[in-house]
Structures are given as C-alpha cells and as structure tokens.
C-alpha cells in the first residue's frame, strides 16, 4: 500500500487528498461509489493512533460517507443510500484503510457484507468513462474542484 501511496499524484482512481488519506475510487464497483481511504502515513493498527489522531481519520471516513450519500441522493428512501458500510478490515493489507461502501437500494442482499457477494457482481461492470466522471462527481461532493 505504501508503494501506491508514493504514486498517488497520478493515480488514475484517486478522488482527493484529505487531512489524514487519500480517497480512491475503489476497485470493485458492483456497490456503485464505494470509495477506499488509505491512510497517508504508515501504520497497521488503527489503536496505535492517538486519540486525537483516530478522529482526524475518522473525520476524513465521514467526510467521504456524507459524499456518497450526496452523490447518490435518490438510491434509498429518504435521500442516499439506505445503508453505508464502514469497514476497517486488513485482512489482505497490513496498511490502515477504509473502505466506505454505500449498500443501495437494490442490494441483493443488505442485511451481509459486500464480501459474500460473488467476485463478478463485487466488480460491477462500471465502464472506465463511468468511473472517471464518479471520480469527479465524488471530489465536487467533497468540496474539491476539478482534478484533471
Ligand atoms: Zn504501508
């Protein structure tokens, strides 16, 4: 993860650099705007934080929680989607991150994780033009003007 840190000022999925991480555009689309937040300096446990510095992370979480609802107003009732998804897992990356993930309101199965869906529906089938103007539509949520 820290080699792809080192590259982030071209990283074709990158959304914004915030306080504490750097929001890309996750990988796997099948859940349309789930974003990932990589935290910019190295660490694997979110408890060796400080305090102080644990809510700075969880700041920049919320804020990109609150992008997504916005990008996608009308995918739940009552505005967004019906759930966001936090999770901070590490499992296969030993670098903190975030994965913010909106369950919208045709969620094949809401009540799971995204991880038991099957590998192609976790993809989605997002188009490369697709992603890059959710790219630009997730920054301008996020108070940030154009990127390229
Ligand atoms: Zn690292």
Redesign the pocket.
């Known amino acids: ?2 080699a792809r ?1 080192a590259k982030m000022e071209t990283d074709g999925d990158r959304i914004a650099e915030l306080p504490t991480s750097w929001v890309v555009l996750g990988e796997n689309q099948g859940a349309p705007g789930w974003c990932v937040l990589l ?1 910019k300096e ?3 446990h979110l408890a060796a934080l400080s305090a102080a510095e644990q809510g700075r992370v969880f700041d920049d979480v919320a804020r990109v929680a609150a992008a997504i609802r916005s990008v996608f107003p009308a995918s739940g009732r009552g505005g967004g989607p019906p759930r966001i998804n936090y999770e901070c897992l590490g499992n296969l990356v ?2 903190i991150h975030w994965h913010v993930i909106p369950r919208h309101a045709d969620d094949p199965e809401p009540t799971k994780a995204v991880w038991v869906w099957p590998e192609e529906r976790l993809r989605g089938t997002m188009s490369g033009e697709e992603r890059r103007a959710l790219i630009e539509k997730l920054r301008a949520a996020m108070g940030f003007g154009a990127s390229r």
Do not use: G, K, N
Request: with cysteine; charged share 10%; proline share 11%.
């Open positions: 993860m820290c840190i935290l190295h660490h694997e030993p670098h």
